[in-house]
Antibody
Framework: EVQLVESGGGLVQPGGSLRLSCAVSGFTLSDRYMDWVRQAPGKGLEWVGRTRNKADSYTTEYAASVKGRFTISRDDSKNSLFLQMNGLKSEDTAMYYC??????????????WGQGTLVTVSS | DIQMTQSPSSLSASVGDRVTITCRASQGISNYLAWFQQKPGKAPKSLIY???SLQSGVPSHFSGSGSGTAFTLTISSLQPEDFATYYCQQYHSYPHSFGPGTKVDIK
């Protein structure tokens, strides 16, 4: 069974940092691209970024709103995905989801999601 | 960047109704379009990829169609468990933008 479990959320002051983790099981992480998606309270889904798999050199993509502040990394040996968030702003307050990405007809899209971890940026 | 729109933003329907939600992309995305369902307080659930292919385990009363810039999600006979918010997402090019969502509630 595919499982993704996020952790590391919490309350942080503006300008602060936080590192989110996503522990995965039921599949081989090194084979997979992985996404981070967030959802501000009462709002819609926002794609945050992607890490490609080992075969594609773990390259990354980011939304403009987080580029230069957020970094996606992974430790395949520990079945873990990470989101390092620096320079946090109030508008980064959201539930953060990790998602497994699969081949969706030639390009890649999410198929399985974690339950999310809540990040609140406030003084 | 590609902008995604959805209509309507919300709708009220009854169990057994046929429901159609429209998603439009600001430029052509071929069929690189996914649909997700989200219930309050829960993570999204993947429903459809490549505009019309059902993810594993998704009931057959869900269907999708479209290509280019216009797409639809159809629920052929609304079930009690289908009351939720539905999002489309393009994965043609980065950033992989979502539509604003369509909330389906009980009439």
């Amino acid at each position: 069974e595919v499982q993704l479990v996020e952790s590391g959320g919490g309350l942080v002051q503006p300008g602060g940092s936080l590192r989110l983790s996503c522990a995965v099981s039921g599949f081989t992480l090194s084979d997979r691209y992985m996404d981070w998606v967030r959802q501000a309270p009462g709002k819609g889904l926002e794609w945050v970024g992607r890490t490609r798999n080992k075969a594609d050199s773990y390259t990354t993509e980011y939304a403009a709103s987080v580029k230069g502040r957020f970094t996606i990394s992974r430790d395949d040996s520990k079945n873990s995905l990470f989101l390092q968030m620096n320079g946090l702003k109030s508008e980064d307050t959201a539930m953060y989801y990790c998602a497994r990405v699969i081949n969706c007809g030639g390009r890649s899209c999410p198929d399985s999601w974690g339950q999310g971890t809540l990040v609140t940026v406030s003084s | 960047d590609i902008q995604m729109t959805q209509s309507p933003s919300s709708l009220s329907a009854s169990v057994g109704d046929r429901v159609t939600i429209t998603c439009r992309a600001s430029q052509g995305i071929s069929n690189y379009l996914a649909w997700f369902q989200q219930k309050p307080g829960k993570a999204p659930k993947s429903l459809i990829y490549a505009a019309s292919s059902l993810q594993s385990g998704v009931p057959s009363h869900f269907s999708g169609s479209g290509s280019g810039t216009a797409f639809t999600l159809t629920i052929s006979s609304l079930q009690p468990e289908d009351f939720a918010t539905y999002y489309c997402q393009q994965y043609h090019s980065y950033p992989h933008s979502f539509g604003p969502g369509t909330k389906v509630d009980i009439k």
